[in-house]
């Protein structure tokens, strides 16, 4: 039975951060449960209490520095010190390089790299003091170049060298940093991707399975496992990589 940790996950209220919350209560971590609307988290918190588990919601832009301090001051006042962060917040701001605005630009760039940075500060202090954290953070396939993607590409890549620069700085204070880096999910990012090309949902779906070598799609839940097993304390010798969850391989 491993200890009882403290697991934060942005970007939790849905998707693969909900999965990831919920596949770390059921590891036996008590859950903090991050989202820009609170009110949003009620179905990942519920699902984790339902099933005898420890949760709670707060609200966070994981871009301001303030909303980040404030929520983690809440979370060591409701569940304890946090030493399990996921990094999965994210958002699509989709265009084409000369059709792409300098909001587009920036708050893609704000919410990955500057909120991955500012969650990863606020708590490290946690880890290193415990002498034991886990840090993930979601990177994409879309790291190595995708079109229609300059900002969300640089944003994915820019966290790989964030996730290298962390494992090797904490590396020493029993903390390790990984990303995992997930191919093509059927999540409501993908969902607002195929309305935004004008396609049915289905097509999209089928027509990404016969593009994977495992001829299906990749579920929120395929991402949850690779980051459970990266929380873990077996994975205590993983530190600084990239684990491409992608149904194949990838250059």
């Given at each position: ?15 693969i ?18 989202d820009?609307?609170?009110v949003?988290c009620?179905?990942?918190v ?22 980040v301090e ?35 630009w ?44 300059v ?20 590396g020493r ?20 991707t ?29 991402i ?28």
């Amino acid at each position: 039975m491993s200890t009882q940790r403290v697991a934060i996950v942005t970007g939790a209220a849905r998707g693969i951060g909900a999965a990831t919350a919920i596949r770390l209560a059921a590891d036996g971590h008590a859950v903090a449960v991050l989202d820009l609307d609170e009110v949003a988290c009620a179905g990942t918190v519920e699902t984790v209490t339902a099933a005898g588990g420890r949760a709670m919601a707060a609200a966070v832009d994981v871009a301001r520095a303030d909303q980040v301090e404030a929520a983690v001051s809440r979370v060591v006042a409701e569940l304890g010190a946090p030493t399990i962060l996921v990094n999965n917040a994210g958002i699509t701001r989709d265009n084409l390089l000369f059709k792409m605005t300098e909001d587009d630009w920036d708050s893609v760039i704000h919410v990955h790299l500057r909120g991955a940075f500012l969650m990863s500060r606020a708590v490290q202090g946690h880890m290193t003091a415990e002498k034991f954290g886990r840090i993930v953070n979601l990177s994409s396939t879309s790291a190595q170049g995708n079109r229609g993607q300059v900002n969300y590409s640089a944003a994915k890549a820019g966290l790989q060298g964030f996730t290298k620069t962390l494992a090797i700085e904490l590396g020493r204070f029993g903390v390790t940093a990984n990303a995992v880096a997930p191919g093509f999910v059927q999540t409501e990012m993908t969902r607002m991707t195929a309305e935004r090309l004008g396609v049915s949902f289905d097509d999209f779906l089928s027509h990404a399975a016969s593009q994977i070598p495992v001829q299906r799609v990749g579920q929120p839940e395929d991402i949850a496992a690779t980051i459970s097993f990266l929380c873990s304390p077996e994975a205590g010798f993983v530190s600084g990589q990239v684990i491409y969850v992608a149904g194949g391989p990838q250059d």
